[in-house]
């Protein structure tokens, strides 16, 4: 029973850390999601005239994929954290459910050991009882057998005579 807390401890320590870098995993694709300066240097761009819009499409073509990679990254690395997740979920609620049943057993093994304890103190008289015939019948077997030596005894004597 002290393997499966112990399990059940290890299982909410890897979940713990499972949500707290799948938080750290969305508040990044949160933030990637926000990046309002690339929207406001297009903007500025194409107000002032400045800079065409053909070479702003060819620098912040580059950032756009590298933005990209980052998120599909984050995606992967998000799909296995849920798929980890899940996992030790699964495995934090068949530990839950084990505990239940070992604690239900250890109640039911309670209940039978104290039926016997009840059933051991009321067969303590009887017992008592049974011991006190036995030794009434083993005195009483002594005194019948000494009358039947003394018969005989008597009967040898009286032959001898």
Do not use: W
């Amino acid at each position: 029973m002290n393997e499966t807390l112990k399990a059940a401890g290890h299982i909410g320590a890897e979940l713990g850390a499972a949500l707290a870098e799948n938080a750290r995993l969305m508040n990044t694709l949160a933030e990637l999601a926000r990046r309002a300066p690339l929207r406001t240097l297009h903007t500025i761009c194409e107000t002032q005239h400045q800079v065409s819009t053909v070479k702003l499409e060819r620098y912040l073509e580059p950032i756009g994929d590298t933005l990209a990679g980052y998120a599909f990254t984050l995606r992967i690395d998000f799909d296995k954290l849920s798929a980890a997740l899940s996992a030790v979920t699964a495995e934090r609620d068949q530990s839950i459910s084990l505990t239940a049943d070992y604690i239900a057993m250890l109640g039911e093994a309670s209940v039978q050991i104290d039926q016997l304890r009840a059933e051991v103190e009321e067969l303590r008289p009887i017992h008592a009882m049974i011991l006190n015939a036995l030794d009434r019948d083993a005195e009483e077997g002594k005194a019948a057998r000494g009358e039947v030596a003394a018969e005989l005894r008597a009967a040898m004597a009286a032959k001898e005579a």
